[in-house]
């Protein structure tokens, strides 16, 4: 009978793990499908904003009446070149948009073929669950029955915990992507500054490669925010308070905005740094509240443990 209780406590703890992981994968795909929607109607957007300022360009460069109205008013060099400078801010912008897409259907067919590979059958683990009952009330009356209720509340426990811990590794990867922006474009600042003051060329060089590797940066830190949004979502029932985690998947939309287009005014450069920073302060938000749900978490798991260790021994 001691054989089969231990077989029964082996299948049971498969089954609750494939259950409770069924689980969150069935809450993050919800989740990537809504964002997947958000970046779906981004790209659609973006490619044709795009199209429209190279359109713009294009009529410059190949001439026509308004080229000539420009050029006529010396207007037209300092004109195509805004115009330029938007298109490829506009270009940023679908790019970023587009590999965000890609990242998210990328990521949903792989949780897809996870979620259909797990073998969780609540059935089964019901009727365990009431043969080992039976076992337990043979063996150790109710002692046995209160054994056998907190072996299940410690497997829920410890379902809970991967769950949070899962989260705060990914949100501890978003703090570190967007300290990494955030360094980045303080450098850029300082350069700007010594810019404005006449620091003349190498000034200007090293502010645009500062920008560059924000620019860089961002792509990463904007996949680590959407990944962190996906690992919240299957935790929202220990009530993450007052984040706004849906606004992670629009992170780089406002990055993008203005900073590429003119970006020799100071001042973007400064609205970018504000962006960053509020996502950052957000992320730090969540992860605070994480870290106090783990450690509640831990001590409800040491209470039942040492509840079940004086079972034992009583027993």
């Known amino acids: 009978m001691e054989e089969r209780l231990k077989r ?15 689980a969150r994968l069935e809450a993050q795909l919800a989740d990537l499908e809504e964002q997947r929607a958000e970046r779906q109607r981004r ?4 490619a044709r904003i795009y199209r429209e300022e190279q359109r713009d360009v294009e009529q410059l460069e190949k001439g026509g ?24 801010a506009a270009k940023f912008q679908y790019d970023q948009a587009r590999r965000d ?10 949780l897809r073929r996870e979620r259909d590979a797990l073998h969780a059958d609540q059935a089964r683990r019901d009727a365990l669950l009431e043969e080992k009952a039976g076992i337990l009330k043979e063996l150790g009356g109710a002692a046995g029955v209160r054994l056998a209720e907190l072996d299940q509340q410690l497997d829920e426990l410890g379902s809970q915990l991967r769950e949070v811990a899962e989260a705060v590794s990914a949100g501890e990867q978003a703090e570190r992507a967007l300290g990494g922006v955030l360094d980045s474009l303080d450098s850029a600042a300082s350069w700007g500054t010594w810019d404005m003051l006449g620091g003349g060329m190498l000034a200007t060089m090293a502010k ?13 830190a904007q996949r680590c925010l959407s990944r962190f949004r996906t690992e919240l979502a299957d935790v929202r029932e220990m009530e ?9 998947a629009t992170f780089a939309d406002y990055f993008f905005d203005g900073l590429f287009a003119d970006w020799y005014v100071q001042s973007r450069i400064q609205s970018a740094q504000d962006g960053v920073s509020d996502s950052y ?7 605070e509240s994480l ?16 509840q079940r260790q004086q079972l034992l021994q009583e027993g």
């Open 43 to 46: 790209v659609e957007e973006t």
């Open 240 to 248: 993450i308070p007052q984040v706004q985690v849906g606004e992670f």
């Open 208 to 220: 645009h490669d500062r920008l560059d590797d924000a620019r860089a940066g961002i792509d990463w």
């Open 291 to 306: 870290w106090r749900i783990r450690k509640k978490l831990e001590r409800q798991q040491s209470d039942l443990e040492a």
């Open 101 to 110: 897409l890609e990242d998210l259907e990328r990521r949903a067919a792989d």
């Open 281 to 287: 302060r957000r992320v730090r938000q969540a992860l």
């Open 8 to 22: 029964i406590n082996e299948e049971l703890k498969a089954l609750n793990d494939g259950l409770a992981r069924r």
């Open 65 to 88: 009446l308004r080229a000539l109205l420009l050029r006529l008013a010396g207007d037209k060099e300092e004109r195509l070149s805004r115009e330029k400078r938007e298109a490829l």
